[in-house]
């Protein structure tokens, strides 16, 4: 009884904190796209007022979803869900995966960023952000997808925790 109540808690923090970070994408994806309007001076001026907020934030909500996530595909083996809870495990790694990569350090860049005179090829870093925060964003609303049919049956012919 105390796997089956630890599964449920694990499953419903991993859904939430997937939830969150998936609206957050999602947010930030809509965002991007209206400062497509935007020239370089004020670009970066948005850029830089962002950073530190959302960086906290997300690692506030990013690094709790995946232990609980880790945990979820731990608890599920054995259960109807598990294969979707170890993809969920890996989409989220790949998002941490292209943060590390390619967002991150674009990040870092724009920082340096002077606000009143961006470098040349900013518009084309930008472009390289939020393409690689659209894959990141895929990768994020899939693994939601999966925890959100993690179900709590005990094998592979259940559905609901339901034969």
Known sequence: MAD????????????????????????????ELALRRLDGPQYVAVRHAEFGWFTG???????PTLVAVATLAVLA??????????AALALLLLAVV?????????????????????????ARVRDLWQVTHAVRTVAILAALGC?????????PGTVGGRP
């Open 57 to 63: 934030f997300i690692g506030a909500v990013l690094v």
């Open 98 to 122: 292209i943060t590390i990569l390619a967002n991150g350090p674009i990040n870092v860049e724009q920082l340096a960023w002077d606000v009143q005179a961006p470098p040349a090829d900013w």
């Open 147 to 155: 925890l959100e049919s993690v179900e709590a049956g005990t094998g």
């Open 77 to 86: 083996r054995g259960r109807a869900g598990a294969r979707r809870a170890a």
């Open 4 to 31: 089956g109540r630890a599964f449920t808690i694990t499953r419903r923090v991993s859904r939430l904190g997937g939830a969150v970070l998936a609206g957050v994408a999602l947010t930030v994806l809509v965002l």
